[in-house]
């Protein structure tokens, strides 16, 4: 019974770390975008979608096999953010907030219609890269789909870091970001950073709905509540910072699971799967109350 | 021949016109003040140079016209230095002087963050801590350092004295000449503490409510009390 438990505990901790690593890829698109444009892109989870669909497409009605329609998808996605940088979000940039945010969610609707449009509201199935197989680890079960999951998002996120730490092109992006006039004045083409952002975030919004699709289903709404994971992590990481989204994320990912786990063997055992997104809402509410920085957040820096 | 030359330049903040007809020449190896109390339109005249506001006449540097949005200034040689600072408080020392080179495309950055650190030695020794934890002054000389970084053709000041202790502002204005006189640096610096930018200087303008009321050489100016007096406050 307490072997039984404890394999189980583990499987629950790694099947967090998988959907927290999903939640991660999300909420760093969330950061990317607010640490250049200053708003939280709320048709994230929307393009995420899109992209899933774009890999479906090529793989079931053009026989591609799955890496290669997921490299696809991820340079369409990376095209599809710029051009929605440069078509939609630009020309509002520089009015207030609200209109910006405002954009986004006539995003989120528009994209939502135009999936529902070109594919229909019936579920989907996207195959996982991972196959079906589960392992065994030493009495611990865990599935090749949340490893794959899991090893796939803390790449893409090493990569990305590799990208802004180490290149010419990130350091230009990060510049960009926390001071777009001065910015100007060394030479970076800072709209052409924002849409870089912009172009960044939707691969990885691409990789998370990739990611996704396969556990849930691929449809129309699928993003929907991993949207607000991902702004739970987020806000729990501090909204500012890469390396909050991703730590906030694999938390938020094993929290929730572990509610779940616990709720069964009675301890909070009002807490049902419908809880869930409530329970993330409720984190936003508490971080944004109590350290509205986040964990990793710094609080705002005014030059006397 | 004139590096850089303003012909009847204006500039306005939306209703505001912020600059009338402003002229001025800087020539290549020559550090030129401009002076004049605050509201003058100073600041103005280095934004537009670098083309931060809208404006109209003309700029030329070495006979070209300067046009486009900073980025197009910075890509032309000027390497603009703007009021309070103009590092960037969440990059590393190191990584503000590597964005100093953006523009450049050849290979010896590396080389040329040593030769910065002949002048600021503890740039090297502090290379990775983040500017925003330096003090005011060790900001301002790495915002001179990023600068410097570009290999600037020109380099406009803005108020570089601002919230400076003394010391330091005479500290800073003595790296500018040495690298005015050593590396033949061209800079046109904008000052409202016109007795140290007149002793760094060779020549200043004196501006007045956006015009160029009066110029000449710096010695000129501090030698006439009546000016002292009237334009520049001491």
């Not at chain 2, 003394?166 to 590396?183: A, D, Q, S, T």
Request: aromatic content about 8%; glycine content about 12%; charged content about 15%.
């Amino acid at each position: 019974m307490v072997v039984a438990a404890f394999s189980d505990f583990m499987q629950q901790i790694v099947s967090g770390l998988a959907s927290g690593g999903i939640y991660a890829l999300l909420a760093l698109a969330l950061v990317i975008i607010h640490r250049s444009t200053g708003v939280i892109n709320f048709s994230q989870g929307e393009m995420a979608t899109l992209s899933t669909y774009i890999a479906w497409t090529l793989i079931t009605n053009h026989g591609w096999s799955y890496w290669p329609a997921f490299v696809a998808t991820l340079v369409i996605s990376f095209g599809g953010g710029v051009g929605i940088h440069r078509v939609v979000i630009r020309p509002v940039e520089r009015g207030s907030v609200l209109r910006i945010v405002i954009v986004t969610i006539g995003l989120l609707v528009a994209i939502n219609g135009f999936v529902i449009w070109q594919w229909g509201g019936e579920p989907q199935q996207l195959q996982s890269p991972f196959g079906t197989d589960t392992y065994d680890v030493g009495g611990v079960v865990v599935a090749a789909h949340d490893i794959g999951t899991l090893a796939v998002a803390l790449g893409i996120v090493f990569l990305l870091w590799l990208l802004f730490q180490f290149t010419k092109v990130g350091l230009a992006l990060r510049a960009a970001a926390v001071n777009p006039e001065e910015a100007r004045l060394t030479g970076v083409r800072v709209t052409w950073m924002l849409a870089l952002g912009w172009g960044l975030a939707a691969t990885l919004g691409a990789v998370a709905g990739m990611l996704t699709a396969p556990t849930v289903g691929l449809d129309p709404q699928m993003m929907q509540a991993v949207l607000i994971y991902a702004f739970a992590a987020a806000i729990l990481g501090g909204i500012d910072s890469p390396l909050g989204a991703v730590v906030g994320g694999l938390i938020l990912g094993v929290l929730l699971n572990m509610l779940s786990y616990l709720s069964q063997y009675g301890v909070f055992d009002w807490f049902t799967e419908e809880l869930r997104l409530p329970a993330a809402l409720l984190i936003i509410l508490v971080v944004l109350l109590v350290r509205p920085t986040g964990l990793f957040g710094k609080p705002e820096v005014k030059r006397v | 021949m004139a590096l850089l030359e303003l012909d009847r330049v204006g500039a306005r903040y939306g209703p505001v016109q912020a600059l009338h007809d402003v002229s001025l020449t800087v020539r290549e190896g020559e550090v030129v003040a401009v002076l004049g109390a605050n509201g003058a339109g100073k600041t103005t005249t280095l934004r537009a140079i670098s083309g931060i506001v809208s404006r109209s006449g003309t700029i030329e540097l070495e006979g070209k016209a300067v046009k486009g949005g900073p980025e197009a200034a910075a890509k032309s040689g000027i390497a603009h230095v703007p009021e309070g600072r103009g590092t960037f408080v969440d990059l590393t020392v190191t990584e503000n002087l590597k964005l100093g080179a953006y523009t450049r495309r050849d290979r010896s950055v590396k080389a040329d963050i040593t030769r910065i650190a002949e002048y600021f030695p503890w740039m090297v020794e502090r290379g990775a801590q983040r500017a925003g934890t330096l003090s005011g002054g060790e900001q301002q000389m790495l915002a001179l350092g990023r600068a410097l970084m570009s290999r600037p053709r020109l380099l406009l000041l803005d108020e570089p004295s601002l919230g400076l202790a003394p010391l330091i502002v005479r500290e800073f204005f003595r790296i500018v000449r040495e690298l005015n006189e050593k590396e033949g640096l061209t800079v046109l610096v904008v000052e409202q503490d016109a007795r140290i930018a007149l002793k760094a200087s060779e020549r200043a303008y004196v501006l007045e409510v956006g015009r160029v009321a009066l110029t000449g050489t710096s010695d000129e100016l501090r030698g006439d009390e009546s000016i002292r007096k009237s334009y520049l406050g001491y």
